[in-house]
């Protein structure tokens, strides 16, 4: 036995293969994935090149003339950009205190419902927003906010005046934040609670035994049982501060509140479908979001490491 692990050791191609060859089943699984990430996640990579090019079309990415850092010397230098970073700064950062929160409160409320049929009523009723789409969404929140929509038609009827609030910059960021709890707290929950379903069940009748209430059930035994839970997904979270929430703001923004819906994203899309078409510069602009997100999931990471002792990415 010992001479047969140190020629595993020596040959670690052989240990592969003998394990992809036993396990042929779980890999045969995970083949579509690993498929779909080749195609539609590390293929295009190559297209990022683009960021120190100045893109022909008759010459296609390849042959395209290598400009150096040409790109981002006119990214650097455009005041839109700029502002757009730090909006989507603004908003994901409130996204992060505002947002990733409540998917966690929700999950320990529903923990808490002791009659099983109401529990799973709870769930279908809290999970079903996140199958609907932003433009469904965006539809059915313009019909009742608009001016003439129900809650000014209530409104109205009180003798007051109605309120602007699909037009409103001040309202805007708040409805930005309540939409998305509505939409994905649900959806979200469905992790913490996974996760609260693999606590020991003798936890919490040895803290019952001790005379604890439920609340100091919640605080002491199920908090601390998804704490790594939640350090993971608000790591995760931290990584996409400069990506999230496009979908979202396209279809809930117009002309009164473009100015506060441009994140970097919203930027991206103008510069490279609005305005002539520069696919060299939105590129550029989108390697440098990248390299953010991943600049802030690391440090995320480094800094929980630190607090907590928990990580992503271990020592």
Same mark, same amino acid.
């Given at each position: 036995?010992?001479?047969?692990? &140190?020629?595993? &050791?020596?040959? @670690?191609?052989?240990?592969?293969?003998?394990?992809?060859? #036993?396990?042929?089943?779980?890999y045969l699984i995970l083949l579509p994935g690993i498929i779909w990430y080749v195609v539609f996640a590390y293929i295009p990579i190559f297209g990022l090149s683009l960021?120190?090019?100045?893109?022909?079309?008759?010459?296609?990415?390849?042959?395209? @003339?290598?400009?150096? +850092? =040409?790109?981002?010397?006119?990214?650097?230098?455009?005041?839109?950009?700029?502002?757009?970073?730090?909006?989507?700064?603004?908003?994901?950062?409130?996204? +992060? *205190?505002?947002?990733?929160?409540?998917?966690?409160? &929700?999950?320990?409320? /529903?923990?808490?419902?002791?009659?099983? =049929?109401?529990k799973r009523v709870l769930q279908t009723i809290f999970t079903f927003p996140h199958f609907l789409s932003w433009v469904l969404v965006a539809s059915i929140i313009t019909?009742?906010?608009?001016?003439?929509?129900?809650?000014?038609?209530?409104?109205?009827?009180?003798?007051?005046? @109605?309120?602007?609030?699909?037009?409103?910059?001040?309202?805007?960021?708040? +409805? *930005?934040?309540?939409? !998305?709890?509505?939409?994905?707290?649900?959806?979200?929950?469905?992790?913490?609670?996974?996760?609260?379903?693999?606590?020991?069940?003798?936890?919490?009748?040895?803290?019952?035994?001790?005379?604890?209430?439920?609340?100091?059930?919640?605080?002491?035994?199920?908090?601390?049982?998804?704490?790594?839970? *939640?350090?993971? &997904?608000?790591? +995760?979270?931290?990584?996409?501060?400069?990506?999230?929430?496009?979908?979202?703001?396209?279809?809930?923004?117009?002309?009164?509140?473009?100015?506060?819906? !441009?994140?970097?994203?919203?930027?991206?899309? #103008?510069?490279?479908?609005?305005?002539?078409?520069?696919?060299?510069?939105?590129?550029?602009?989108?390697?440098?979001?990248? /390299?953010?997100?991943? *600049?802030?999931?690391?440090?995320?990471? #480094?800094?929980?490491?630190?607090?907590?002792?928990?990580?992503?990415?271990?020592?």
């Open positions: 036995m010992p001479n047969q692990n &140190l020629k595993t &050791l020596k040959n @670690p191609n052989k240990s592969i293969i003998l394990d992809i060859v #036993r396990n042929k089943e779980v960021a120190f090019k100045t893109f022909k079309a008759n010459m296609g990415i390849i042959k395209s @003339p290598w400009v150096g +850092l =040409k790109n981002y010397v006119h990214v650097f230098q455009d005041p839109a950009f700029l502002e757009s970073v730090f909006r989507t700064l603004k908003i994901n950062t409130g996204r +992060l *205190i505002f947002q990733f929160p409540f998917p966690i409160f &929700l999950a320990l409320a /529903i923990n808490e419902v002791r009659i099983g =049929k109401y019909n009742v906010l608009s001016q003439t929509g129900m809650v000014n038609s209530i409104i109205k009827m009180t003798g007051v005046s @109605p309120v602007n609030f699909l037009g409103s910059t001040t309202i805007f960021l708040p +409805l *930005i934040y309540i939409t !998305e709890i509505w939409k994905s707290s649900g959806w979200s929950a469905i992790i913490y609670l996974a996760a609260i379903a693999g606590i020991d069940t003798e936890q919490y009748e040895a803290a019952e035994i001790d005379g604890a209430s439920r609340i100091q059930r919640i605080l002491h035994v199920t908090f601390p049982g998804i704490k790594g839970t *939640i350090i993971v &997904l608000f790591i +995760l979270a931290a990584g996409y501060v400069m990506t999230a929430g496009f979908d979202q703001l396209f279809n809930l923004s117009n002309a009164a509140t473009f100015r506060e819906a !441009e994140t970097l994203d919203m930027y991206i899309y #103008r510069v490279t479908f609005k305005s002539a078409s520069d696919f060299s510069f939105s590129a550029a602009v989108s390697l440098f979001r990248s /390299i953010v997100n991943f *600049i802030l999931l690391i440090a995320t990471d #480094r800094v929980l490491k630190f607090i907590s002792g928990e990580g992503l990415f271990g020592q």
